[in-house]
């Protein structure tokens, strides 16, 4: 079986190609590539066109952040041959957190001695999401990170918190509105709306604590818009994933699991976000494949 390691060199961790090569060095039985993306989109030019070249299967190691596992993903949806395993050298790495902590996708062998399994993924239009679609304030957040996530302090680890405060003052309404299979989510506008595979968004927020990640549903949530007072007071029970059950907060909330999801959008340059990579529509139409990508589960998580 072939092992490509898809490296994106300006994800989080520095030197992670080397710190990959190291890792790598000596495991003659072990057949592998290394590829160092050279451009936005490339990993997934790279991926379609290595699967299509052969009817083998390969696992495919995306080492990065979560844009570089949209990437690699992507690339991989309609060839079954192709196998996902992350090595999370990114910022954020907000999917792997479904499962646990980051450290256990670093352990090579914990991942290489991994166990597959099927996970579904959000398919919007030609374009796809590993973890998340999510929209309103998150959208305004995604494109301000986006921007500041390479400067020092205000970025890396701290990028999300402070894409967060911008948008306080920025994109605390937004015009839209929200159908979940079939069934309208809100009134005309939103604070925040959450499309999730995963559990995790932002680094450390737990938006989807019920998500499964291959029952062919969506975590959808829909937050009314509040004030910004209000809204620091949720953001803690946000983070922690306890949002849903506060009562005191139930009326701001519009949760359901969701097959597909339409959006229409209110205003212009209308956004929203995939792996947080922003996109801009009038509409859109979200909807979840399931089980459309076989992904390696480190070896650790599958003893316990």
Same mark, same amino acid.
């Given at each position: 079986m072939k092992n490509i390691f898809i490296v994106n060199?300006?994800? /989080?961790?520095?030197?992670?190609?080397?710190? +990959?090569?190291?890792?790598?060095?000596?495991?003659?039985?072990? !057949? *592998?590539?290394? $590829?160092?993306?050279?451009?936005?989109?490339?990993?997934?030019?790279?991926?379609?066109?290595?699967?299509?070249?052969?009817?083998?299967?390969?696992?495919?190691?995306?080492?990065?952040?979560?844009?570089?596992?949209?990437?690699?993903?992507? /690339?991989?949806?309609?060839?079954?041959?192709? +196998?996902?395993?992350?090595?999370?050298?990114?910022?954020?790495? !907000? *999917?792997?957190? $479904?499962?646990?902590?980051?450290?256990?996708?670093?352990?090579?062998?914990?991942?290489?001695?991994?166990?597959?399994?099927?996970?579904?993924?959000?398919?919007?239009g030609d374009r796809y999401a590993v973890n998340a679609c999510h929209f309103g304030l998150d959208s305004a957040v995604a494109k301000k990170m986006s921007e500041v996530k390479s400067k020092k302090i205000i970025g890396g680890k701290n990028a999300y918190n402070t894409a967060v405060l911008y948008a306080l003052f920025t994109a605390l309404k937004t015009k839209c509105k929200v159908i979940g299979d079939g069934e309208e989510m809100n009134k005309d506008s939103i604070l925040i709306c959450t499309c999730v595979n995963g559990k995790y968004v932002g680094g450390s927020y737990k938006c989807a604590p019920r998500s499964v990640n291959n029952d062919g549903f969506m975590e959808v949530c829909c937050i009314k818009p509040v004030s910004i007072f209000k809204f620091l007071k949720f953001m803690k029970h946000y983070k922690r994933g306890d949002y849903l059950d506060m009562p005191k907060l139930a009326p701001y909330i519009n949760y359901k699991r969701c097959k597909k999801v339409e959006i229409v959008g209110g205003q212009k340059n209308f956004m929203i976000s995939l792996d947080g990579e922003v996109v801009s529509g009038d509409s859109f139409e979200v909807n979840v494949i399931q089980n459309a990508l076989r992904f390696i589960v480190p070896k650790s998580f599958c003893e316990k």
């Open positions: 060199p300006t994800a /989080g961790i520095k030197n992670a190609l080397s710190d +990959i090569e190291s890792k790598l060095a000596g495991r003659e039985d072990f !057949d *592998y590539e290394i $590829y160092v993306t050279k451009s936005k989109g490339d990993a997934t030019r790279y991926v379609s066109q290595r699967c299509e070249e052969s009817s083998e299967d390969i696992v495919f190691y995306s080492c990065g952040g979560d844009g570089t596992l949209n990437e690699v993903a992507s /690339g991989m949806v309609g060839h079954p041959n192709a +196998i996902l395993a992350v090595y999370p050298s990114g910022s954020g790495n !907000d *999917y792997i957190k $479904y499962y646990g902590h980051k450290d256990e996708f670093l352990n090579l062998d914990n991942l290489i001695n991994g166990k597959e399994t099927k996970i579904d993924i959000i398919q919007v």
